[in-house]
Nanobody, 118 residues
């Protein structure tokens, strides 16, 4: 399974971005797909996650500003980032969980940089 992310960039505070993550190399539907971010010198943290049934969960810091969604039944998810703040700056990573012969297996994307200027 390969994950390809896109959509990062530089934006001013208050602006918006949309990230996308497409999973390929499997005919299965994902168990969960989510976005994590890592700021410099900080641990990677969960931002938003969606499961195969469409249930979503968000970090408190992004609730009401970010929205995770999926494209129909495809293994593609989006993260809409609105009202961005400088503290949202970091590398955003997509992670997907698929059921494999090993059980639940995690796959990570390469990351996309989001920089919010004040």
């Amino acid at each position: 399974v390969q994950l390809v992310e896109s959509g990062g960039g530089l934006v001013q505070a208050g602006g918006s971005l949309r990230l996308s993550c497409a999973a390929s190399g499997t005919s299965r539907s994902f168990f969960t797909m989510g976005w994590y971010r890592q700021a410099p010198e900080k641990q990677r943290e969960l931002v938003a996650i969606i499961n195969g049934g469409g249930t979503t969960n968000y970090a408190d810091s992004v609730k009401d500003r970010f929205t995770i969604s999926r494209l129909n039944a495809d293994n593609t998810v989006y993260l809409q980032l609105n009202s961005l703040k400088p503290e949202d700056t970091g590398v955003y990573y997509c992670k997907a969980e698929f059921v494999t012969f090993r059980g639940l297996t995690d796959y990570w994307g390469q990351g996309t940089q989001v920089t919010v200027s004040s």
